[in-house]
C-alpha cells in the first residue's frame, strides 16, 4: 500500500518569499505523484504532477515540484509567494491509472498562509 | 479539462433522514469514480470506489449500508447517505480519473442537525 507524509501541518511565509511545501512517499511500485490546492468549501484543483519522464514538473501558477527517487520527495516549491497563494495542499499519490489503481491516497495537508 | 458537477454543493438534513449526492460528468464518460469524505481541517479519506454497471467497492470501515453508491450510467454516480446522524457532518467529494488526472466535483457539505 502507498502513503504519504507532509511535514508541517501549517506553514507561513511572508509576500514574496520562497514557499516550500514538502511531501515524501511510501509505494511498492513506481508512483504516480501530485500536488492539489483547494479552497475553503471547494473542490480540489490539480497543481502539478508526476507520471513519468522529467523529474522537474511544473505546474500552474508558478509551483513547481521534483520527484527525488532517492529521497522518496516530491516537494512543492515556488519561488515568490502571492497573497492568493493562501490555501490549503494537498500531496498524493496513485500506483496506476486505470481502474482502481487510480485511486488517490492524500497526505495530512499543509494550510499556506501568506503575510505582508 | 474534463468537468465534474457535483450537486448540491451544501445540504442541511435531520437526523434520520437520507441525502443524495449527485456527481456528474459533464463531458466525458467516466467509467469510475471516487468519493471522498473529509472531516474539518483533515485530509481526503477514499470511502468508496463506484464503477459504472457494477457493484461498488468500499474502503475498510465504511459502511455500505449506510453509504449507498449508484453508478448507473458512464455519466452519473450517486452517493445516498442513509439514516443519517450529526457524525455524518462531513464534506463530501467525487473524483474521476481521465487519463493522468483526477478531476474533482465541487464538493458537498453535508450538515445533519
Known amino acids: 500500500a502507498q502513503s504519504v507524509t507532509q511535514l508541517g501541518s501549517h506553514v507561513s511565509v511572508s509576500e514574496g518569499a520562497l514557499v516550500l511545501l514538502r511531501c515524501n512517499y511510501s509505494s511498492s511500485v513506481p508512483p504516480y505523484l501530485f500536488w492539489y490546492v483547494q479552497y475553503p468549501n471547494q473542490g480540489l484543483q490539480l497543481l502539478l504532477k508526476?507520471?513519468?519522464?522529467?523529474?522537474l514538473v511544473k505546474g500552474i501558477n508558478g509551483f513547481e515540484a521534483e520527484f527525488k527517487k532517492s529521497e522518496t520527495s516530491f516537494h512543492l516549491t515556488k519561488p515568490s509567494a502571492h497573497m492568493s497563494d493562501a490555501a490549503e495542499y494537498f500531496c498524493?499519490?496513485?500506483?496506476?491509472?486505470?481502474?482502481?489503481?487510480?485511486?488517490?491516497?492524500f497526505g495530512t495537508g499543509t494550510r499556506l498562509q501568506v503575510t505582508l | 479539462g474534463a468537468v465534474v458537477s457535483q450537486h448540491p454543493s451544501w445540504v442541511i438534513c435531520k437526523s434520520g433522514t437520507s441525502v443524495k449526492i449527485e456527481c456528474r460528468s459533464l463531458?466525458?464518460?467516466?467509467?469510475?469514480m471516487f468519493w471522498y469524505r473529509q472531516f474539518p481541517k483533515q485530509s481526503l479519506m477514499l470511502m468508496a470506489t463506484s464503477n459504472e454497471g457494477s457493484k461498488a467497492t468500499y474502503e475498510q470501515g465504511v459502511e455500505k449500508d449506510k453509504f449507498l453508491i449508484n453508478h448507473a450510467s458512464l455519466t452519473l454516480s450517486t452517493l445516498t447517505v442513509t439514516s443519517a446522524h450529526p457524525e455524518d457532518s462531513s464534506f463530501y467529494i467525487c473524483s474521476a480519473p481521465v487519463n493522468t488526472e483526477a478531476f474533482f466535483g465541487q464538493g458537498t457539505r453535508l450538515t445533519v442537525v
Open positions: 508526476y507520471t513519468t519522464g522529467a523529474t
Open positions: 463531458d466525458f464518460q467516466a467509467t469510475t
Open positions: 498524493a499519490v496513485s500506483v496506476g491509472w486505470t481502474g482502481t489503481a487510480s485511486k488517490l491516497t
